[in-house]
């Protein structure tokens, strides 16, 4: 049984304390600034914070020439924020004070704790239990802490910040990783991207990356979110942190790390085989609009174009080029990813030729070099593609030639003509140059990328969250009672009987202990019928020839009954052989599988796909956290990439979507409902009926367990 977990407080004006303090304590401060207890101290000197800071230090009266006192009881105010740099033997006791003098939270960079083992995982927990006592939060323990350039608020010993400092901007950092959200500020700082925060959570025993998400939604400095994650340690804060960005419009693009995948031994159902952690993952991430990247190269591009502001719904890439070659490694790009790149219409390209007659005006739209002689062929050419061709990302190629001295400042300011004619269009370029010289152009309010690809990857990502912007409410997931799950597995029939709660149809059926019984079943069912051999302990029936098709008359009734129980005690001798289900046999249909999955971050995970080889071989199939209405039900289905095979591709009758959207949500309901002990659900397979005829689940499977 896993522990409960104690309740955290909720006061989100600690929280901003924290990244914005009056006052900050260091307990264990140095007078050397090149030691972990200096760096915060002199860090904030240097770069001007306003706040004041009372150093720790018992030894010491003066602390880089700052006042130092002997003791948190002796400071002369209670501060707002206290950064804990002593052995972890000694953690607790600072903690403890700091908590009781009513200091909103503290940094703690002490190491020893969770990391280490059992016994620092308990002295952890106090460190939690003592702090709540008094409402304090915690960042860390084992954390390289926190910074914010606007506030001049540096409570970290990053030594990148010797190299240079960030420069104060809108994009928050959040990295459970230390030394690794600090590579990320070094990085963003070397591409000149300004940062709101930078907040590393290390140990998390108290704060979360779902709190410093909240944090950073609440903070209106912040516009972009930059996340560094290894594992989701508390799912409902992660996803309500989430839900507050997309809800304030602000961009989250995340790198999360470490990828493994369900075994197959760990349970016994296609959906739990096929649901591994990563693909849960990427399906949630998804949902919630968060972009995820696999670069550092990636997030950065992505954060420094989503700091423009500018995320079109309907996103299409207009190009204006010098290179033919450029613009088909562009072009290819962009289809890669499904970056839409429209021709120009007819009449534009033919206005274009006029211009210029061995231009190529499709899109890309490439000048040539020709507008080496005629520069006003930019200008001309560029607004063209955002008034004529409606594209709401322009990406411009002029290669080393746009910081070529007797170039740039001309091909500049016929740029610049176009982009102050449309300011809500995404305007990238890729040139070569100085630091300085790019920086002009950014300064103009163009995105610089060296790599055209890489322009390319980030104007797509503005897309996805303009789309996730925009996505309207969903609709109310069906609302199920809870109930009872069963001891042990159910057989097939029962678990139909638990899903019939939820409105989930079956074929006509009946379970039957003898063979008499069978033959009257199968006359009032009528024929052909299926036969199944009914038993909690062989959830595969096929595996061990327990289910016949096409059973036509009495007579096959009598001797597949027999057929079917001889099967069942042949292949499974300890198993309890309940009988054999008769059910209609269903024809016409498309087979599917809808599934269920506990995740064991996120919870239940429904799966939809078509069925056969779809699933077992291509695994076309799409994943959503439970529970959820129709409107996504249906949008999964239509998501896949059979899906025209439901839609009545090549004269096929379209089936039954709408029965079995219902049916999808439904149990994604269902799952929710069931509570913690259900392990996963397979209806292997749900024939989905031409339209308005339904759809049945033709088998169900479902899985249990007694742990919690």
Partial sequence: MTAPQPTRPNDRARLIKLLKPQSVAVIGASDDPLRIGGRPISYMLSQGYKGKIFPVNPNRATVQGLPSYASIAALPETPDVGIIIVPASAALESVRQLAERGCAAAILFSSGFAETGPEGAAAQLELVRVAHEHGMRLIGPNSLGLINPVHKFYATFATGCELEFPKPGGVAIISQSGAYGAHLMAVATANDIGLSALIMT?????????????????????????????????????????????????????????????????????????????????????????????????????????SRGIYPENNTLGVITVSGGAGVIISDAAEAIGLPMPEMPAESQARLLKLLPFAAPRNPVDVTAQYLNEMTLISTFTDALIAEGKYSSILGFFTYTGCVPSIAPRLREQLNIARSKHPNCIFALSLMGSREQIREYERDGFAVFEDPSRAVVAIEAMGQFGRAFAKPAAQVAPVIASFALPATNPSEAQAKLLLAQAGITSAPEEVCTAVDAAVTAAKKIGYPVVMKIVSPDILHKSEIGGVLLDVENDADVRAGFDLLMQRGRSAAPKAKLEGVLIAKQLKGGVECILGIHRDPVFGPIAMFGLGGIFVEILQDVVLHRCPFGVDVAEDMIRSIKGAPLLLGARGRKPADVKALAKMLSQLSAFAVAAGPRLQSIDLNPVLAMPEGQGAYAVDAVIEVTNEI
Avoid at 236 to 262: D, H, I, T, Y
């Fill in 202 to 306: 290390g140990n998390e025993a108290d704060l979360t990356v779902g709190d410093m998400l909240q944090v950073a939604v609440d903070d209106p400095d912040t516009t972009v979110i930059m996340l560094y994650s290894e594992g989701i340690k508390e799912a409902a804060g992660f996803v309500a942190g989430l839900e507050a960005a997309r809800r304030a419009r602000k961009p989250v693009v995340m790198m999360k790390v470490g990828r493994s995948a369900v075994g197959s031994a760990a349970a016994q159902s296609h959906t739990a085989s096929i649901a591994g952690d990563d693909r849960v993952t990427d399906a949630v991430l998804r949902e919630l609009g968060v972009v995820r990247v696999q670069t550092t190269e990636q997030m950065l591009d992505i954060a420094r174009l989503a």
